[in-house]
């Protein structure tokens, strides 16, 4: 029963591109969450996705910032036009429902330059 | 808006004592309370989950209490080891999003031989 399952794991990004991080759930999670860790800082919520829909994006910020979790396939977390403050891991979790225990992957890291 | 804080942001002790991170919340409308443990460029491990409802919980050497009232939770680890150290997290997940976790910058552990 494999767990969270986050890729790449690392990837670099030239300023301007766009970067797609990609979380495969538990099996039979259907609740995913994306958290960022900024350099010397704790992690902070992004979004909360159930298959198809968007729970909770209050923690996206405003622009260059999207998510998915399609019917099929992993849940997406993508950035437009990276910039060097993007520079983060990137943390997905999963849970079979919205208060359930979730579980972490081991989380993208991303370095712009 | 939840804020979390941990004290100390650093400890270092020798190999056998017993020591006590501190957490603390400021909206004490939890719904639960996890410790983690984060390895230097690694993921999340899920130490203790503990409910609102619950006081403590304990895993091994790890355990964890919950004071609601006060907006404090402690971990106390018992004769730690070098294979303790890491970043100790806690997070709250909050009354009706169970998983929207808000959690503290960490104690950074290090047990010395």
């Known amino acids: 029963n494999a767990g969270v399952m986050q890729n790449p794991r690392h990837l670099v990004r030239r300023r301007g591109q766009e970067a797609r991080l990609r979380c495969s759930p538990m099996?039979?999670?259907?609740?995913v969450y994306w958290y960022r860790q900024l350099p010397e800082e704790g992690l902070k919520f992004m979004v909360y996705l159930q298959k198809e829909n968007i729970i909770d994006e209050s923690g996206m910020p405003k622009e260059r910032f999207s998510a998915e979790f399609p019917k099929e396939g992993p849940s997406i977390l993508r950035i437009q036009q990276v910039v060097r403050g993007d520079s983060a891991a990137y943390f997905c979790?999963?849970?079979?429902?919205?208060?359930?225990?979730?579980?972490f992957g081991q989380g993208t890291r991303l370095t712009v330059v | 808006k939840q804020e979390v804080t941990q004290i100390p942001a650093a400890l270092s002790v020798p190999e056998g004592e017993n020591l006590v991170l501190n957490c603390s919340f400021t909206?004490?409308?939890?719904?639960?309370l996890q410790w983690f443990r984060q390895d230097p460029g690694k993921g999340l491990t899920s130490l203790l989950l503990i409910q609102s409802s619950q006081r403590e919980q304990t895993s091994g050497r790890l355990n964890a209490s919950l004071d609601k009232s006060s907006g404090r939770s402690t971990l106390y680890i018992a004769a730690s080891q070098p294979g303790d150290s890491a970043t100790y997290l806690c997070?709250?997940?909050?009354?009706?999003?169970?998983?929207?976790?808000?959690f503290g910058t960490g104690t950074q552990l290090k047990v010395e031989l």
């Open positions: 099996k039979g999670h259907s609740h």
């Open positions: 979790a999963s849970s079979l429902d919205s208060n359930t225990e979730a579980f």
């Open positions: 997070a709250v997940g909050r009354t009706g999003g169970g998983n929207k976790l808000t």
């Open positions: 909206d004490s409308a939890i719904y639960n």
